[in-house]
C-alpha cells in the first residue's frame, strides 16, 4: 500500500494533478505494476481530488489499461474481422488448448494470460497477436503452439 | 447586428434568442419534441437520440437538445423520416432494456414506457438482448436500489452526481457494447462515496435507479392489532404530495396529508416539525454555547464555524469528503431521528403504551432518510427509533392503493403532544430555513427582542441561489451575552453538495470566517429532495418554495422558542437544552468514512 502510494505521488509529480494528467499517470501505472489495483486508483482519485468512480471508468475504457492482475506475459489476439477471416478463431483455440486456460483467463502459475483485443494494425499479416510487447503475425494453429513452447523452456530455463 | 434569431419550426415562426437549441425553440410555440437524455437541471448530453430533428435541405438529423438554432432554419419535428428514426431509436433502447413493466416500480411513471407507448413500438423490433447481457441488480443499499436492467445509459444520473453533488459515486465505465453505469468497480452503492441523497433517482427515466420501499413492511404494521403505529411528516411534505396525486406544483396540502394518514389506519399522526422547532431550540443553543467558548473563553477545542446536522445526505458526505470538519458538525440529531428517540420513550409514557408495540414511520422527501434511520447510532431509546421511511412518492402510492381520493378529503388537525408547529419548522423544508429558524430564536435569545428583519422574514437568507453568505450584527444584548455586543454574526447557507463542497473547502484552508453554516445535500433544500414527486426542475422547485414560506406566514406561532409543546416537553421532560435526557435522546456523533 505504501508502494502504491509512492508510486503515484512520484507520477502526479511527474505529470501533474489535472484531468489531462489522468491517463499518463494510469499508463505509468501500468508500465510499473502491469495492473492498476483498486488502492492504486484510490491514490490517483487521491492525487488528483476526483472521485475513484472516474478512475475506474477511464482506466476500463481502454484496452491496456488492466485493473486485474495478469500473467507475466500477455497475449492479446487480435479480434477484428480481418484477423477473424483470416482464422484467428482457430487460433485462440490452439492457445486455449496449449494453455489449458479458457479466454480471458490466466494460468495457474501466473504465467501466461490470454486476450483479445482490438485492432493491432496488421491486417495485411493476420491473424497476429501481441505478447507484452513483442508482434506476432501470420499465424497459424502450430505456428501459435511453437512461440508459446518458446516461451515456457524460457520459464524453464530461467529457473 | 441582433441577437434573436429567426426560424421556422414546423412551419410556424419563431424568434429566439441567440445560443438557443432548437428544443428550447420549439418549447416556445408549444411544440413538444420527445427527450430522454436530456434534463433541465443537468447539462447537454445529447446521447440518446430521442430528440432528433429534420432540417430541410440537409440529409442528416439532429439532435434537437444539442443543436443551437440558426437564422433561417426550417425544423420539421414531424416528418416521416423523424418519426421513423424516433421509433427505431426506442425500439433499440428497448431491446437492451428489461421490459418487465407491469411488475416495475416505476410502472406508468417511466418516460421510456411513455415514449414506447406513443410511438406503438412492438414485441419484434429487435433481438431482445437482456438475456445475452448478464445485468445485475444491487439491493444492498437502504435507501437506493440500483437495477442495471432498466438501465438505458442516458447518464442522467452520472451528471446528477457529478454536476449538482460533485460526488461522482456512479460514473460510465467500460465501452461500446459493455458500457454501463457503475460505481467504483462496481461496488455496492452501499459500499461507496454514495450520499443516498436520491438526486439520481429523481432524474432516472427507467426503473433503473428507485427508493428502497418498505411499503409492505407499514402495510403490515397497520394491519396489526398489537401494534400502535405512529407517523411523523417532514415539513417538505405537505407542499409536494399533492403533485403525486394529480395536483399542481405548490399546492399546500397538509390538512387533506393528515386525513389520508388516519385513513391509512395510523394510530397517531404527529408532525416532523415539532423536532424541527426542537433542533433549533438544541442546535441554537449550542451554536450560542460555542460562541461563548470561543468569543468569551478562547476555548481552541471548540470548533467554529459550526454546520447544520439535519441533512443525512450532507451528512455523509462529510463523513466521506471532509473528516477532519467532523467536529465542526452540531451534534444535534436530525428532526426525523429526535422524533423517533422521543416516540420510544416520552410519548410512549404519555399514551401508555410499551414502546416495542410502537411501530415509527416518518414520510421524508427524502431517500437518505432511510438510511440515517438504519444507522446504528439511531436507537437511543434501546429500540430502533424509526422503523420504516417512506417518501412523499411511497406516501402517495398508499394513497392511491388505498383508494383515497386525496382531492376531495377534508383539511384535518396533527394529533397533540407532539404535533404542534411553528412556521419556523415549516421553512425547514428549503433552503436557508433552518438559518432563518435559528436566527429567530437565537437572536432574540441573545437580545431579548426578535429579528430586526420585516415580519420575522429574514429575506436575505432565502431564495435559490447557490451561496448566501448573510451577516447580522448583534446589538443592545441582554447582560448575559454581553461578550457578544456588536459582534457581526457571520453566517452562510448553501444547497446541493457541488456547493457544500466549495464552502467546506474554504472553511478548511481558513479562507472563510462564518460563525454558522447551514448545508442541504438537494438543490433547494429537502423540497428538491430525492424523495420527491417526480419530475423535479427549478421551476417546480420555485412553487414548492413559495408554498413553503406561504405555510409559515399562515403559521399562528412563527419562533421555535415559542411552540407550547415544546416548552411542555422541556418542563416535563427534557429540563434544559444540552441537558443530560438530550444529551442521550437527541444528540449524536459522527464516523470518519473512507474518502473514495
Same mark, same amino acid.
Given at each position: 500500500?505504501?508502494?502504491?502510494?509512492?508510486?503515484?505521488?512520484?507520477?502526479?509529480?511527474?505529470?501533474?494533478?489535472?484531468?489531462?494528467?489522468?491517463?499518463?499517470?494510469?499508463?505509468?501505472?501500468?508500465?510499473?505494476?502491469?495492473?492498476?489495483?483498486?488502492?492504486?486508483?484510490?491514490?490517483?482519485?487521491?492525487?488528483?481530488?476526483?472521485?475513484?468512480?472516474?478512475?475506474?471508468?477511464?482506466?476500463?475504457?481502454?484496452?491496456?489499461?488492466?485493473?486485474?492482475?495478469?500473467?507475466?506475459?500477455?497475449?492479446?489476439?487480435?479480434?477484428?474481422?480481418?484477423?477473424?477471416?483470416?482464422?484467428?478463431?482457430?487460433?485462440?483455440?490452439?492457445?486455449?488448448?496449449?494453455?489449458?486456460?479458457?479466454?480471458?483467463?490466466?494460468?495457474?502459475?501466473?504465467?501466461?494470460?490470454?486476450?483479445?483485443?482490438?485492432?493491432?494494425?496488421?491486417?495485411?499479416?493476420?491473424?497476429?497477436?501481441?505478447?507484452?510487447?513483442?508482434?506476432?503475425?501470420?499465424?497459424?494453429?502450430?505456428?501459435?503452439?511453437?512461440?508459446?513452447?518458446?516461451?515456457?523452456?524460457?520459464?524453464?530455463?530461467?529457473? | 447586428?441582433?441577437?434573436?434569431?429567426?426560424?421556422?419550426?414546423?412551419?410556424?415562426?419563431?424568434? /429566439?434568442?441567440?445560443?438557443?437549441?432548437?428544443?428550447?425553440?420549439?418549447?416556445?410555440?408549444?411544440?413538444?419534441?420527445?427527450?430522454?437524455?436530456?434534463?433541465?437541471?443537468?447539462?447537454?448530453?445529447?446521447?440518446?437520440?430521442?430528440?432528433?430533428?429534420?432540417?430541410?435541405?440537409?440529409?442528416?438529423?439532429?439532435?434537437?437538445?444539442?443543436? !443551437?438554432? #440558426?437564422?433561417?432554419?426550417?425544423?420539421?419535428?414531424?416528418?416521416?423520416?423523424?418519426?421513423?428514426?424516433?421509433?427505431? /431509436?426506442?425500439?433499440?433502447?428497448?431491446?437492451?432494456?428489461?421490459?418487465?413493466?407491469?411488475?416495475?416500480?416505476?410502472?406508468?411513471?417511466?418516460?421510456?414506457?411513455?415514449?414506447?407507448?406513443?410511438?406503438?413500438?412492438?414485441?419484434?423490433?429487435?433481438?431482445?438482448?437482456?438475456?445475452?447481457?448478464?445485468?445485475?441488480?444491487? #439491493?444492498?443499499?437502504?435507501?437506493?436500489?440500483?437495477?442495471?436492467?432498466?438501465? /438505458?445509459?442516458?447518464?442522467?444520473?452520472? @451528471?446528477?452526481?457529478?454536476?449538482?453533488?460533485?460526488?461522482?459515486?456512479?460514473?460510465? *465505465?467500460?465501452?461500446?457494447?459493455?458500457?454501463?453505469?457503475?460505481?467504483?468497480?462496481?461496488?455496492?452503492?452501499?459500499?461507496?462515496?454514495?450520499?443516498?441523497?436520491?438526486?439520481?433517482?429523481?432524474?432516472?427515466?427507467?426503473? *433503473?435507479?428507485?427508493?428502497?420501499?418498505?411499503?409492505?413492511?407499514?402495510?403490515?404494521?397497520?394491519?396489526?392489532?398489537?401494534?400502535?403505529?405512529?407517523?411523523?411528516?417532514?415539513?417538505?411534505?405537505?407542499?409536494?404530495?399533492?403533485?403525486?396525486?394529480?395536483?399542481?406544483?405548490?399546492?399546500?396540502?397538509?390538512?387533506?396529508?393528515?386525513?389520508?394518514?388516519?385513513?391509512?389506519?395510523?394510530?397517531?399522526?404527529?408532525?416532523?416539525?415539532?423536532?424541527?422547532?426542537?433542533?433549533?431550540?438544541?442546535?441554537?443553543?449550542?451554536?450560542?454555547?460555542?460562541?461563548?467558548?470561543?468569543?468569551?473563553?478562547?476555548?481552541?477545542? &471548540?470548533?467554529? !464555524?459550526?454546520?447544520?446536522?439535519?441533512?443525512?445526505?450532507?451528512?455523509?458526505?462529510?463523513?466521506?469528503?471532509?473528516? $477532519?470538519?467532523?467536529?465542526?458538525?452540531?451534534?444535534?440529531?436530525?428532526?426525523?431521528?429526535?422524533?423517533?428517540?422521543?416516540?420510544?420513550?416520552?410519548?410512549?409514557?404519555?399514551?401508555?403504551?410499551? !414502546?416495542?408495540?410502537?411501530?415509527? &414511520?416518518?414520510?421524508?422527501?427524502?431517500?437518505?432518510?432511510?438510511?440515517?434511520?438504519?444507522?446504528?447510532?439511531?436507537?437511543?431509546?434501546?429500540?430502533?427509533?424509526?422503523?420504516?421511511?417512506?417518501?412523499?412518492?411511497?406516501?402517495?402510492?398508499? /394513497?392511491?392503493?388505498?383508494?383515497?381520493?386525496?382531492?376531495?378529503?377534508?383539511?384535518? $388537525?396533527?394529533?397533540?403532544?407532539?404535533?404542534?408547529?411553528?412556521?419556523?419548522? &415549516?421553512?425547514?423544508?428549503?433552503?436557508?430555513?433552518?438559518?432563518?429558524?435559528?436566527?429567530?430564536?437565537?437572536?432574540?435569545?441573545?437580545?431579548?427582542?426578535?429579528?430586526?428583519?420585516?415580519?420575522?422574514?429574514?429575506?436575505?437568507?432565502?431564495?435559490?441561489?447557490?451561496?448566501?453568505?448573510?451577516?447580522?450584527?448583534?446589538?443592545?444584548?441582554?447582560?448575559?451575552?454581553?461578550?457578544?455586543?456588536?459582534?457581526?454574526?457571520?453566517?452562510?447557507?448553501?444547497?446541493?453538495?457541488?456547493? *457544500?463542497?466549495?464552502?467546506? $473547502?474554504?472553511?478548511?484552508?481558513?479562507?472563510?470566517?462564518?460563525?454558522?453554516?447551514?448545508?442541504?445535500?438537494? !438543490?433547494?433544500?429537502?423540497?428538491?429532495?430525492?424523495?420527491?414527486?417526480?419530475?423535479?426542475?427549478?421551476?417546480?422547485?420555485?412553487?414548492?418554495?413559495?408554498?413553503?414560506?406561504?405555510?409559515?406566514?399562515?403559521?399562528?406561532?412563527?419562533?421555535?422558542?415559542?411552540?407550547?409543546?415544546?416548552?411542555?416537553?422541556?418542563?416535563?421532560?427534557?429540563?434544559?437544552?444540552?441537558?443530560?435526557?438530550?444529551?442521550?435522546?437527541?444528540?449524536?456523533?459522527?464516523?470518519? @468514512? #473512507?474518502?473514495?
Amino acid at each position: 500500500m505504501a508502494e502504491v502510494k509512492q508510486l503515484v505521488k512520484g507520477l502526479a509529480d511527474q505529470h501533474g494533478r489535472t484531468m489531462e494528467s489522468l491517463l499518463p499517470i494510469l499508463q505509468g501505472i501500468v508500465h510499473q505494476e502491469q495492473h492498476i489495483s483498486e488502492d492504486a486508483m484510490v491514490e490517483v482519485a487521491r492525487e488528483l481530488n476526483i472521485s475513484a468512480a472516474q478512475v475506474y471508468g477511464t482506466a476500463t475504457f481502454y484496452s491496456f489499461l488492466h485493473t486485474k492482475p495478469l500473467g507475466k506475459y500477455v497475449i492479446r489476439v487480435c479480434k477484428t474481422i480481418t484477423c477473424m477471416m483470416h482464422g484467428k478463431n482457430q487460433v485462440i483455440k490452439e492457445l486455449e488448448s496449449v494453455l489449458k486456460i479458457n479466454l480471458g483467463e490466466t494460468t495457474h502459475d501466473g504465467k501466461f494470460t490470454l486476450l483479445e483485443t482490438n485492432c493491432l494494425g496488421q491486417c495485411h499479416k493476420g491473424p497476429a497477436m501481441l505478447i507484452n510487447d513483442e508482434p506476432y503475425t501470420e499465424l497459424t494453429p502450430e505456428k501459435v503452439r511453437e512461440i508459446i513452447m518458446k516461451y515456457k523452456h524460457q520459464e524453464i530455463s530461467a529457473n | 447586428m441582433s441577437d434573436k434569431i429567426n426560424l421556422k419550426i414546423d412551419n410556424i415562426a419563431v424568434s /429566439i434568442k441567440s445560443g438557443a437549441t432548437i428544443l428550447e425553440a420549439a418549447k416556445k410555440v408549444n411544440i413538444r419534441i420527445p427527450t430522454l437524455c436530456y434534463h433541465e437541471d443537468l447539462c447537454v448530453a445529447g446521447n440518446c437520440r430521442v430528440c432528433v430533428v429534420e432540417q430541410v435541405g440537409s440529409d442528416r438529423l439532429l439532435p434537437a437538445c444539442a443543436m !443551437p438554432v #440558426n437564422e433561417g432554419m426550417e425544423i420539421n419535428t414531424n416528418s416521416m423520416k423523424v418519426r421513423n428514426a424516433r421509433k427505431q /431509436i426506442v425500439e433499440l433502447l428497448v431491446s437492451e432494456h428489461r421490459a418487465d413493466c407491469t411488475r416495475c416500480y416505476k410502472n406508468g411513471k417511466c418516460e421510456l414506457q411513455e415514449l414506447s407507448s406513443e410511438y406503438i413500438v412492438g414485441e419484434n423490433g429487435f433481438i431482445d438482448l437482456v438475456a445475452h447481457k448478464g445485468y445485475t441488480i444491487d #439491493n444492498f443499499s437502504p435507501s437506493i436500489i440500483k437495477d442495471d436492467s432498466k438501465c /438505458i445509459r442516458c447518464q442522467r444520473c452520472v @451528471r446528477t452526481c457529478d454536476q449538482l453533488q460533485s460526488i461522482s459515486a456512479l460514473t460510465v *465505465a467500460h465501452k461500446g457494447e459493455h458500457m454501463k453505469v457503475s460505481s467504483f468497480f462496481d461496488k455496492p452503492m452501499f459500499e461507496v462515496v454514495c450520499t443516498n441523497c436520491g438526486q439520481c433517482v429523481n432524474r432516472c427515466p427507467t426503473g *433503473a435507479l428507485t427508493e428502497k420501499t418498505y411499503l409492505d413492511e407499514v402495510w403490515s404494521a397497520l394491519n396489526s392489532d398489537t401494534k400502535h403505529t405512529v407517523v411523523q411528516t417532514a415539513p417538505a411534505v405537505r407542499i409536494a404530495l399533492g403533485e403525486a396525486l394529480g395536483m399542481p406544483p405548490g399546492e399546500i396540502v397538509t390538512g387533506k396529508m393528515v386525513s389520508a394518514l388516519r385513513r391509512l389506519g395510523f394510530n397517531s399522526v404527529l408532525d416532523t416539525d415539532f423536532t424541527a422547532d426542537l433542533t433549533i431550540i438544541e442546535e441554537g443553543n449550542e451554536l450560542l454555547q460555542r460562541l461563548k467558548k470561543v468569543v468569551k473563553e478562547k476555548d481552541d477545542s &471548540v470548533k467554529l !464555524p459550526l454546520t447544520t446536522s439535519c441533512s443525512p445526505g450532507w451528512v455523509k458526505f462529510i463523513e466521506h469528503a471532509f473528516p $477532519e470538519l467532523l467536529p465542526n458538525v452540531s451534534t444535534a440529531k436530525s428532526p426525523q431521528q429526535m422524533f423517533g428517540a422521543l416516540v420510544k420513550t416520552f410519548y410512549a409514557k404519555k399514551i401508555e403504551v410499551k !414502546p416495542e408495540n410502537i411501530v415509527s &414511520v416518518s414520510i421524508m422527501p427524502c431517500t437518505a432518510k432511510k438510511y440515517e434511520a438504519d444507522r446504528p447510532e439511531m436507537r437511543s431509546s434501546g429500540f430502533k427509533d424509526v422503523d420504516y421511511v417512506l417518501t412523499t412518492r411511497e406516501l402517495a402510492l398508499m /394513497i392511491k392503493q388505498a383508494g383515497i381520493d386525496f382531492a376531495s378529503l377534508p383539511d384535518d $388537525e396533527y394529533d397533540s403532544i407532539m404535533g404542534e408547529s411553528s412556521g419556523a419548522a &415549516v421553512i425547514f423544508g428549503a433552503t436557508g430555513g433552518v438559518m432563518e429558524a435559528a436566527l429567530r430564536t437565537a437572536y432574540e435569545v441573545v437580545t431579548g427582542r426578535e429579528v430586526p428583519f420585516d415580519g420575522l422574514n429574514i429575506l436575505p437568507v432565502r431564495g435559490m441561489e447557490n451561496i448566501r453568505a448573510v451577516s447580522i450584527k448583534i446589538e443592545n444584548v441582554l447582560p448575559e451575552w454581553d461578550f457578544l455586543e456588536g459582534v457581526e454574526l457571520k453566517t452562510c447557507v448553501a444547497h446541493g453538495l457541488s456547493n *457544500a463542497k466549495q464552502v467546506m $473547502e474554504a472553511v478548511r484552508d481558513g479562507k472563510a470566517d462564518y460563525h454558522f453554516i447551514e448545508i442541504m445535500a438537494c !438543490p433547494g433544500g429537502c423540497l428538491g429532495g430525492g424523495g420527491q414527486p417526480i419530475p423535479t426542475s427549478p421551476a417546480i422547485r420555485k412553487k414548492r418554495s413559495e408554498a413553503i414560506y406561504n405555510e409559515d406566514e399562515l403559521k399562528p406561532i412563527r419562533k421555535s422558542h415559542e411552540n407550547p409543546e415544546v416548552i411542555h416537553l422541556y418542563e416535563e421532560f427534557l429540563k434544559e437544552p444540552l441537558g443530560e435526557v438530550s444529551h442521550q435522546l437527541l444528540h449524536t456523533h459522527y464516523t470518519e @468514512r #473512507n474518502r473514495y
